[in-house]
């Protein structure tokens, strides 16, 4: 097998694609076996010298971003699609675990960081392959670590339980607004294109419906059934637009937003891990981004309501009350944000309803796929956002959304 030997471990190129990353023992890599290390410290030093390749060659990608000199490695303690180690307590390392995985990551940090943009992490560069037979591809990207941050379903929980328990409304959704327009207008800077056509548009998340009703069992299958009608009239109104079309973050929602003090920092560019390669790098409208960011926050309402334990009408209704204006503060900041920038026109607001939509949907296939634990976020977004069909409702008895016990 095809392999980057470094003085304490390797990474293996498997015949499927997969990457492992290896100590010096051959065994599974982990913070401590220094392997994050080499690679650091060959990312930091611009030059992959201190690795081998076995076959093709290997290429560093430097930006201008200072680094400390401390190679010390320290695990990062979530789970992760990819391995991440903290290097020196300044700098996190990711280690791909895929061929090709962070190949889109590591092109648009580049571009963010060669822009300037401050509300992503700071970005130190990629160690790549170029390897005869599957072309080139990133194989570690390295960051600036975040100091006491947290992700936002844990920050944006805590702001929406305090509200409802009589603390100040939160200010953090007209902050993402304007994070992701300075993003945008950073990544619209490489370059623009057609949007993709409303004929197109609809009838991909008619499909997401589709399998959304064949997967979704239980009573949460119930009552998205009981919702189709209005859920396909909804998707089916998405217009056409004007906006242009760019490389987007692509799974814009509120995990993937860092918090520390009064800053945010945008996270995880691989895009929409539901979607193959191909039509994951596509470009699209803002509206694509903001809608997910949007769903985002109607599932922190239903994460609340489980933290709170709320399951009576009234508290539900304010709850999902709260994500719906803080939608509207989501998209008027970023509006205005856009116009200073000089893109008044970036976001077409008209394509949000269907596009929200389509993402709720595609919660509840993300959640029997792999996070089955996660369905009742989805569920509780849905049955509030939509009624029933009134053609269903004095037929079909509905079991209530409630929320899960803690």
């Not at 990312?43 to 690795?51: A, E, K, R, Y």
């Not at 590591?106 to 790549?128: F, H, K, Q």
């Not at 619209?188 to 589709?210: C, F, I, K, Y």
Request: proline share 6%; net charge negative.
């Amino acid at each position: 097998m095809d392999e980057v030997r470094a003085g304490h471990g390797s990474l293996r190129l498997e015949t499927d694609g997969a990457l492992t990353a290896l100590d010096a023992a051959g065994l599974p890599a982990a913070a401590g076996s220094g392997l994050a290390a080499d690679l650091t410290h060959a990312v930091l030093s611009g030059s992959p010298d201190t690795l081998k390749a076995s076959v093709g060659e290997l290429h560093v990608v430097r930006t201008a971003l200072a680094a400390g000199e401390c190679l010390g490695e320290t695990p990062v303690p979530v789970d992760m699609t990819n391995l991440s180690v903290v290097v020196g307590g300044d700098k996190i390392i990711k280690l791909v675990r895929q061929w090709s995985g962070a190949d889109r990551s590591a092109r648009l940090l580049a571009r963010l960081a060669d822009a300037g943009v401050d509300s992503v992490p700071g970005y130190y560069g990629s160690l790549d392959w170029e390897h005869p037979e599957h072309g080139r591809g990133t194989l570690a990207l390295l960051s600036a670590v975040i100091p006491d941050a947290g992700d936002g379903w844990t920050w944006a929980v805590d702001d929406v339980v305090a509200w409802f328990r009589g603390g100040k409304a939160p200010e953090f959704p007209a902050a993402l607004g304007r994070l992701a327009a300075e993003v945008h207008a950073a990544l619209l800077a490489g370059g623009a294109h057609p949007a993709p056509g409303a004929a197109e548009v609809r009838a991909r998340a008619d499909g997401v419906l589709d399998v959304a009703l064949a997967l979704t069992g239980g009573d949460a299958g119930i009552r998205l059934s009981n919702r189709a009608g209005r859920i396909r009239e909804q998707l089916a109104a998405v217009p056409e637009t004007a906006a242009p079309a760019f490389d987007l973050h692509g799974d814009l929602h509120v995990g993937q937003v860092l918090r520390s003090g009064e800053q945010y920092w945008l996270l995880d560019f691989d895009g929409d891990p539901q979607l193959p390669d191909a039509e994951r790098d596509r470009p699209d409208s803002a509206a694509r981004d903001v809608a997910h960011l949007a769903a985002s926050l109607e599932m922190v309402a239903s994460v609340a309501a489980k933290r709170l334990q709320a399951a009576d009408e009234a508290s539900l209704g304010r709850l999902y009350g709260w994500a719906d204006e803080a939608s509207v503060q989501l998209t008027g900041a970023y509006q205005l944000a856009a116009a200073e920038a000089g893109l008044p026109d970036l976001l077409d607001e008209a394509m949000l309803p269907g596009l929200i939509a389509e993402q709720l949907l595609r919660e509840l296939i993300y959640a029997h796929r792999f996070l089955p634990r996660w369905q009742y976020a989805a569920d509780g977004a849905i049955t509030h956002r939509f009624a029933r069909d009134s053609a269903r409702a004095p037929r079909t008895k509905e079991p209530a959304w409630t929320p899960p016990a803690l």
